[in-house]
T-cell receptor, first 113, second 109 residues
Framework: DTEVTQTPKHLVMGMTNKKSLKCEQHMGHRAMYWYKQKAKKPPELMFVYSYEKLSINESVPSRFSPECPNSSLLNLHLHALQPEDSALYLC????????????FGQGTRLTVV | RKEVEQDPGPFNVPEGATVAFNCTYSNSASQSFFWYRQDCRKEPKLLMSVYSSGNEDGRFTAQLNRASQYISLLIRDSKLSDSATYLCVVNKSSYKLIFGSGTRLLVRP
């Protein structure tokens, strides 16, 4: 069972809606990630937080806004999304350092209508 | 050229077969390597890290060849439950995991 918890598991939103995805981990990891995965494609990195500070933004459109309220929580705020943003959004966490593996949550399956 | 390349498959093998996947990476400065497994509509799950000396976990053996920049995964005595997509993952720099496109494995009875 994953120790990274994401809510909600499924989300349908209109293009004018504002919604948030939530992620929580209690493994003491200091790095947390957002990935986006389209069908039959690998996960693509969106954002990385290290020690609660944004360290990587992979040129993600501003309609996606990450937030790290504390070391255990990671949010992704969504606003004015497009239908092509429909995907599986995965949160992950890891220890700091280059040789550490990342652990993924079950994901939020987002549909934009 | 993609940073991490895998044969997409599918590899269709009978139960009990041995199957091997390869993965190549382009950045010689890559520092760590992993195999993840992903079931349909589920999250990726860590299968094993890959060490320079090679490592084994039960029926699974992973090898790293830094000189040729490839990683391999060998699965012995395939089970039906091994059917999944296997993702090769390379840590390009701190916190930047790069995923290959995955190799799909189908194990048939």
């Amino acid at each position: 069972d994953t120790e990274v918890t994401q809510t909600p598991k499924h989300l349908v939103m209109g293009m004018t809606n504002k919604k948030s995805l939530k992620c929580e981990q209690h493994m003491g990891h200091r790095a947390m990630y957002w990935y986006k995965q389209k069908a039959k494609k690998p996960p693509e990195l969106m954002f990385v937080y290290s020690y609660e500070k944004l360290s990587i933004n992979e040129s993600v459109p501003s309609r996606f806004s990450p937030e790290c309220p504390n070391s255990s929580l990671l949010n992704l705020h969504l606003h004015a999304l497009q239908p092509e943003d429909s995907a599986l959004y995965l949160c992950a966490s890891s220890q700091e350092g280059v040789n550490t593996e990342a652990f993924f949550g079950q994901g939020t399956r987002l549909t934009v209508v | 050229r993609k940073e991490v390349e895998q044969d997409p498959g599918p590899f269709n093998v009978p139960e009990g077969a041995t199957v091997a996947f390869n993965c190549t990476y382009s950045n010689s400065a890559s520092q760590s390597f992993f195999w993840y497994r992903q079931d349909c509509r589920k999250e990726p799950k860590l299968l094993m890290s890959v060490y320079s000396s090679g490592n084994e976990d039960g029926r699974f053996t992973a090898q790293l060849n830094r000189a040729s920049q490839y990683i391999s995964l060998l699965i012995r005595d395939s089970k039906l439950s091994d059917s999944a997509t296997y993702l090769c993952v390379v840590n390009k720099s701190s916190y930047k995991l790069i995923f290959g496109s995955g190799t799909r494995l189908l194990v048939r009875p």
